[in-house]
């Protein structure tokens, strides 16, 4: 095990600070007994900072329709083989209130980008959600206009998940044809300068990924300042251009989650449903390697399987009760409890009181 590493997570775990070839440097050890101290080191900054509650976020994926052609994933826009579907608002609105009446705090409103749901139709699903329930709700859609974003601030949206997916800018062209980089974190900007509660995030094992690539990505995370972020594994879906690579590993996803702890103490970090598919005990390991959310799915049944992002996602023919129930269980399995509320980031929580004082 390398003292220079052992040395560096030290520093970083007291300071949170690190800087980019140091962080490369840890990324590139391979020792599966310095990894495990890692994560042992990155669940103590999460009990130290954020505590033992697991946030649950009820998961509404409300439109497989996408406008985008994105290598990677299983709805880009040339896959002829998936079949749409959409929720009637209407829909969207009643899954919600049943996700409330299941005990969630927070509801997820997540699709592709499909222009069929316009600014306005967005605004009415949150106003009437708003008015029927004590929910908060972020938003996952994708890139829009300033004007929309503020839009769905305006009516009432709390948060915003926007992945940057890799921070390599000529990477994220060649998987974003059409797209630039510097345009999604321009939203992002946005997002932040309106108020929400901003989340981010990268995947992991994506062809021509190296430490260098990986510890970008952590440290712009890092720098747009984000109250929330997602890592997952990259899964090479069929009818993609990456149908044939290898695909992200379960460990070193794991041990990404655990570097962001200690790099961003105060953010909410899921441990997400993509961990759940690769290994079956994946959500608690990422749990006790420093995240604190898990996002049920609350989608109606007969939609959840059409939402194939990526293939073999887990929990597509179970009723959101059994889901609710189930995830309740394992967070109590390894010693944690279920979060109450709308579980707010910390990281936004704390911003927005120094922003109050700078007023």
């Known amino acids: 095990m390398s003292q220079k590493a052992k040395t560096l997570i030290a520093k970083l775990a007291a300071t949170h600070k690190i800087g980019a070839e140091e962080l490369s440097y840890i990324i590139s050890q391979t020792d599966p007994i310095f990894w495990q101290k890692v994560r042992e080191e990155a669940d103590r900054v999460r009990q130290k900072y954020v505590g033992d509650a697991v946030h649950l976020r009820g998961l509404v994926e409300f439109s497989n329709y996408c406008r985008c052609n994105c290598c990677y994933c299983g709805l880009r826009r040339d896959n002829r083989e998936v079949h749409r579907y959409r929720l009637e608002p209407e829909e969207i609105v009643q899954t919600a209130l049943f996700a409330a009446e299941l005990g969630y705090g927070t509801v997820v409103l997540q699709s592709g980008e499909d222009p069929y749901f316009s600014a306005e139709i967005i605004e009415q699903i949150i106003l009437e959600i708003k008015k029927k329930t004590a929910l908060a709700i972020t938003l996952s859609v994708g890139e829009r206009t300033e004007e929309d974003y503020t839009i769905w601030r305006q009516a009432g949206a709390d948060r915003y998940l926007l992945r940057h997916e890799t921070a390599d800018p000529t990477l994220y062209s060649s998987l974003h044809p059409g797209r630039k980089l510097e345009e999604r974190i321009g939203c992002l900007k946005s997002l932040h300068r309106l108020g929400f509660e901003v989340g981010s995030g990268f995947m992991v094992g994506l062809p021509g990924q190296g430490p260098d690539t990986l510890a970008a990505d952590l440290l712009l995370l890092q720098k747009l300042d984000v109250d929330m972020l997602g890592i997952g594994p990259f899964i090479p879906s069929p009818q993609t251009p990456l149908d044939r690579e290898a695909g992200g590993s379960f460990e070193q996803t794991v041990n990404m989650v655990a570097l962001a702890r200690l790099i961003l103490p105060l953010a909410n970090i ?90």
């Open 270 to 359: 899921p441990a997400t449903t993509a961990m759940g598919t690769l290994s079956a005990e994946g959500r608690e390991i990422t749990l006790k390697a420093g995240a604190n959310v898990v996002m049920p799915n609350v989608t109606p049944t007969k939609y959840r399987s059409l939402y194939q992002i990526y293939p073999g996602k887990i929990c597509t023919g179970e009723e959101a009760g059994e889901c609710r129930l189930c995830i309740e269980g394992r967070i109590k399995s390894i010693g944690r409890t279920v979060g109450q509320g709308q579980g707010e980031s910390l990281k936004y929580l704390q911003r927005s009181a120094n922003d109050g004082k700078h007023a």
